[in-house]
């Protein structure tokens, strides 16, 4: 394209053209790969949280096992205390 003021041929206007697509492509190439380093920055954050909730559920479970094996060894000893009081009054 001249310097001068002179207009522009369709020659001038084809090259810029092609200028302007090229540069749509290489933007549109960085901003796939930016986009992609950002969904993998993402999924990498989601992993390590989703690593943290699993150990905090699986103490959860742990805990909810062993309050629930706790819970059953006192109610079988309650039965077994009511099973010797009924036996001390003859209803059994």
Same mark, same amino acid.
């Given at each position: +394209?001249? #310097?001068? !003021?002179?207009?522009?041929?369709?020659?001038?206007?084809?090259?810029?053209?092609?200028?302007?697509?090229? %540069?749509e &492509?290489?933007?549109? #190439?960085?901003?796939? @790969?930016? +986009?992609r380093? +950002?969904?993998? @920055?993402?999924?990498?954050?989601?992993?390590?949280?989703? @690593?943290?909730q699993?150990?905090?559920?699986?103490?959860? &479970?742990? #805990?909810q096992? !062993?309050?629930?094996?706790?819970?059953?060894?006192?109610?079988?000893?309650?039965?077994k205390?009511?099973? @010797?009081i &009924? %036996?001390?009054?003859?209803?059994?």
């Open positions: +394209m001249p #310097d001068d !003021n002179s207009p522009a041929t369709k020659h001038d206007v084809h090259l810029l053209k092609q200028d302007l697509l090229a %540069l &492509e290489r933007l549109t #190439d960085r901003l796939t @790969e930016t +986009m380093d +950002m969904q993998s @920055e993402l999924l990498r954050g989601f992993a390590a949280f989703s @690593e943290a699993t150990i905090r559920l699986r103490k959860v &479970e742990a #805990d096992s !062993n309050l629930d094996t706790a819970l059953s060894g006192r109610v079988a000893v309650l039965e205390r009511l099973l @010797e &009924e %036996l001390r009054l003859g209803r059994a």
